[in-house]
């Protein structure tokens, strides 16, 4: 559930397509997406025999491990790009805002903490030219525990209130 104004607007991205907007001042710390409503998970077993063109596979994330979520609704969560010097980090459904984000700049996430850690399920980063792939289970919980350890002690010295 997102917890601030945002629009859907055209990205700042190459080629992204649509991007989520902020409408507001968001300060860094500060939650801006927390899961709600999660009560299906899928393995990647189930998620490669569905059809390409499945909601369930085109929205999936890999939530934990080999365990994966989808939001076949397309909710507004779904616009948010990536980039590899976002503003944003995920940590096991939670999104917080790394730094402080000014109202109008485009809400950006890296990638490989949500994709599955196959390269040939990857893609290309249109802006560095590199690949995208997600990062194996554990990779992933110590770069998000390691940025999110980083965010709040910057935090709790005084830099920023979390919000």
Same mark, same amino acid.
């Given at each position: =559930?997102?917890?601030?104004?945002?629009?859907?607007?055209?990205?700042?991205?190459?080629?992204?397509?649509?991007? @989520?907007?902020?409408?507001? =001042?968001?300060?860094?710390?500060?939650?801006?997406?927390?899961?709600?409503?999660?009560?299906?998970?899928?393995?990647?077993?189930? $998620?490669?025999?569905? *059809?390409?063109?499945?909601?369930? $596979?085109?929205? !999936?994330?890999?939530?934990?491990?080999?365990?994966? !979520? !989808?939001? *076949?609704?397309?909710?507004?969560?779904?616009?948010?790009?990536?980039? +590899?010097?976002?503003?944003?980090?995920?940590?096991?459904? +939670?999104?917080?805002?790394?730094?402080?984000? *000014?109202?109008?700049?485009?809400?950006?996430?890296?990638?490989?903490? @949500? =994709? &599955?850690? &196959? *390269?040939?399920?990857?893609?290309? &980063?249109?802006?560095?030219?590199?690949?995208?792939?997600?990062?194996?289970?554990?990779?992933?919980?110590?770069?998000?525990? !390691?940025?999110?350890?980083?965010?709040?002690? &910057?935090?709790?010295?005084?830099?920023?209130?979390?919000?």
């Amino acid at each position: =559930m997102l917890r601030f104004r945002c629009r859907v607007d055209i990205s700042t991205i190459p080629n992204a397509g649509h991007g @989520l907007f902020a409408d507001e =001042m968001i300060r860094k710390g500060r939650v801006i997406e927390f899961p709600d409503n999660i009560h299906t998970f899928y393995s990647r077993e189930q $998620l490669l025999a569905m *059809p390409e063109d499945s909601p369930v $596979l085109q929205t !999936s994330i890999c939530w934990f491990e080999d365990c994966y !979520s !989808s939001d *076949p609704e397309h909710s507004d969560i779904y616009y948010i790009n990536h980039s +590899f010097t976002p503003n944003c980090i995920w940590h096991l459904g +939670f999104i917080f805002a790394c730094r402080d984000i *000014p109202a109008g700049e485009e809400i950006s996430l890296d990638y490989r903490v @949500l =994709m &599955d850690s &196959d *390269p040939e399920l990857g893609f290309r &980063d249109e802006t560095t030219g590199k690949l995208i792939s997600g990062l194996s289970w554990e990779e992933k919980m110590i770069f998000n525990s !390691s940025q999110l350890l980083q965010l709040f002690t &910057d935090l709790q010295k005084g830099s920023e209130p979390a919000v």
